[in-house]
Protein backbone atom coordinates (compact mmCIF):
# COMPACT_ATOMS: atom_id res chain seq x y z
CA UNK A 1 0.00 0.00 0.00
CA UNK A 2 2.99 2.16 0.91
CA UNK A 3 4.19 1.36 -2.71
CA UNK A 4 1.37 2.38 -4.53
CA UNK A 5 0.82 5.72 -2.41
CA UNK A 6 4.12 7.19 -3.19
CA UNK A 7 3.86 5.78 -6.92
CA UNK A 8 1.00 8.25 -6.83
CA UNK A 9 2.35 11.05 -4.87
CA UNK A 10 5.67 10.86 -6.98
CA UNK A 11 3.21 11.08 -10.41
CA UNK A 12 1.15 13.93 -8.96
CA UNK A 13 4.32 16.22 -8.42
CA UNK A 14 6.17 15.23 -11.98
CA UNK A 15 3.02 15.28 -13.40
CA UNK A 16 2.53 19.26 -12.05
CA UNK A 17 6.49 19.81 -12.41
CA UNK A 18 6.09 18.66 -16.54
CA UNK A 19 3.04 20.82 -16.91
CA UNK A 20 4.14 24.14 -15.17
CA UNK A 21 7.91 23.93 -16.29
CA UNK A 22 7.13 22.00 -19.97
CA UNK A 23 10.22 19.70 -18.80
CA UNK A 24 11.16 16.67 -20.82
CA UNK A 25 12.42 14.83 -18.04
CA UNK A 26 9.41 15.23 -15.48
CA UNK A 27 7.02 13.77 -18.32
CA UNK A 28 9.03 10.73 -18.85
CA UNK A 29 8.41 10.17 -15.01
CA UNK A 30 5.15 10.75 -15.35
CA UNK A 31 4.65 8.31 -17.73
CA UNK A 32 7.37 5.94 -16.36
CA UNK A 33 5.29 6.07 -12.71
CA UNK A 34 1.74 5.54 -14.70
CA UNK A 35 3.31 2.36 -16.35
CA UNK A 36 4.66 0.84 -12.83
CA UNK A 37 1.25 1.52 -11.33
CA UNK A 38 -0.62 -0.34 -14.29
CA UNK A 39 1.78 -3.45 -13.96
CA UNK A 40 1.32 -3.40 -9.83
CA UNK A 41 -2.78 -3.20 -10.65
CA UNK A 42 -2.02 -6.44 -13.08
CA UNK A 43 -0.13 -8.27 -10.59
CA UNK A 44 -2.49 -7.84 -7.73
CA UNK A 45 -5.75 -8.28 -10.16
CA UNK A 46 -3.85 -11.52 -11.51
CA UNK A 47 -2.72 -12.61 -7.69
CA UNK A 48 -6.51 -11.85 -6.51
CA UNK A 49 -7.67 -14.17 -9.78
CA UNK A 50 -5.23 -17.30 -9.09
CA UNK A 51 -6.28 -16.98 -5.45
CA UNK A 52 -9.80 -17.80 -6.47
CA UNK A 53 -8.99 -19.97 -8.43
CA UNK A 54 -6.96 -22.39 -6.07
CA UNK A 55 -10.04 -22.30 -3.91
CA UNK A 56 -12.27 -23.55 -6.80
CA UNK A 57 -14.57 -27.23 -6.03
CA UNK A 58 -17.77 -25.67 -6.03
CA UNK A 59 -16.77 -23.85 -2.12
CA UNK A 60 -15.17 -20.34 -1.67
CA UNK A 61 -14.08 -19.12 1.87
CA UNK A 62 -15.32 -16.32 4.19
CA UNK A 63 -13.01 -14.17 2.77
CA UNK A 64 -14.66 -10.69 4.16
CA UNK A 65 -18.10 -9.78 6.14
CA UNK A 66 -19.75 -8.73 2.46
CA UNK A 67 -19.45 -12.34 0.76
CA UNK A 68 -22.18 -14.73 0.77
CA UNK A 69 -20.43 -18.38 1.62
CA UNK A 70 -21.33 -21.13 -0.25
CA UNK A 71 -21.28 -24.22 1.32
CA UNK A 72 -22.73 -26.74 -1.50
CA UNK A 73 -24.42 -25.75 -4.44
CA UNK A 74 -28.23 -26.20 -4.77
CA UNK A 75 -30.43 -28.91 -5.89
CA UNK A 76 -33.29 -29.58 -7.41
CA UNK A 77 -34.40 -32.29 -4.26
CA UNK A 78 -33.69 -28.88 -1.73
CA UNK A 79 -36.64 -27.24 -3.31
CA UNK A 80 -40.72 -27.88 -2.67
CA UNK A 81 -43.44 -27.36 -5.01
CA UNK A 82 -46.80 -25.10 -4.03
CA UNK A 83 -48.89 -27.48 -5.39
CA UNK A 84 -49.20 -31.08 -4.04
CA UNK A 85 -50.07 -34.07 -6.25
CA UNK A 86 -52.76 -35.61 -4.10
CA UNK A 87 -56.14 -35.69 -5.39
CA UNK A 88 -57.75 -33.22 -3.09
CA UNK A 89 -56.51 -30.22 -5.23
CA UNK A 90 -54.03 -27.45 -4.36
CA UNK A 91 -52.15 -27.47 -0.92
CA UNK A 92 -53.08 -24.94 1.12
CA UNK A 93 -50.33 -22.29 0.77
CA UNK A 94 -51.08 -22.13 -2.93
CA UNK A 95 -54.78 -21.73 -1.94
CA UNK A 96 -53.80 -18.97 0.30
CA UNK A 97 -52.24 -17.18 -2.89
Keep these: MRVVALLAITALIALVIALLT???WAAVIVIVAAI???A???RDWRGERMG???IGSGRRLHQ???AAVLESP???KD????????PDG???DARAN
Excluded at 79 to 86: A, Q, R, T
Aim: overall charge negative.
Design 79 to 86: FSPDLSIG
Design 36 to 38: VGI
Design 64 to 66: DPD
Design 90 to 92: PSS
Design 74 to 76: LAA
Design 22 to 24: GST
Design 40 to 42: LLL
Design 52 to 54: NAA
